[in-house]
């Protein structure tokens, strides 16, 4: 799974680093986007602050690159005070243009084992029911998930870690940080020559 190619974009492991591009990714989400993500009406206000907090030392985000530009994330954080071990949550959005490209797969696959390598005894959804994207996802999931009745709850299937899984997700993250610190450099170069120009 590390770093695959999907229309031209590449899915990693996004890292601080990434921040500025998170949050003009859930800025350009669309309304009924935003709607969909967070299960109310946001502003960009909101989307800001909310992507200033998404960095922290048990959070885990995948992110969709095209041309340096992230267009779809991943999210899986812990809804109590540690990821190991306990209840996760997930959480995703892709940009209206590049749905329906498997983006949203290869988001979920990676949230799933990073979920499982944790060895997570639940992980929570949001799943509107007009959210048809979404829902449709999580039946593609139907072997490592088992929704309650509510459809917006997950429990993982019980399997524990196994070493592949453990392996792929820290060489996934090893490329994935090599690759965010190029696209960094890339980034300071280029506004090192926009200032010298």
């Not at 591009?21 to 502003?43: G, I």
């Not at 540690?82 to 959480?91: D, K, L, P, T």
């Not at 940080?177 to 926009?194: E, G, N, Y």
Request: glycine share 8%; charged share 25%.
């Amino acid at each position: 799974m590390e770093q695959a190619m999907i229309h031209g974009g590449v899915v990693r492991r996004l890292w601080p680093a990434d921040l500025p591009a998170f949050r003009d990714h859930l800025l350009r989400l669309d309304a009924k986007s935003r709607y969909d993500r967070y299960a109310m009406a946001v502003n960009d206000d909101f989307l800001i602050r909310y992507a200033e907090r998404c960095f922290g030392i048990d959070d885990v985000i995948y992110g969709y690159y095209v041309d340096g530009v992230l267009r779809g994330a991943g999210e899986l954080r812990s809804v109590g005070n540690n990821i190991i071990g306990g209840s996760v949550e997930a959480a995703f959005s892709v940009e209206k243009e590049w749905r329906r490209r498997g983006v949203g797969t290869e988001l979920m696959s990676r949230i799933v084992r990073a979920a499982r390598n944790r060895r997570a005894d639940a992980l929570y959804m949001t799943c509107l029911s007009g959210n048809v994207a979404m829902q449709g996802l999580a039946r593609k999931f139907s072997a490592d998930l088992r929704f309650e009745t509510d459809d917006v709850s997950g429990k993982l299937v019980a399997r524990a870690p196994s070493a592949a899984s453990i392996w792929g997700e820290f060489a996934d993250n090893a490329t994935s940080f090599a690759t965010a610190i190029l696209d960094l450099q890339t980034r300071v170069f280029s506004m090192q020559q926009r200032g010298a120009a």
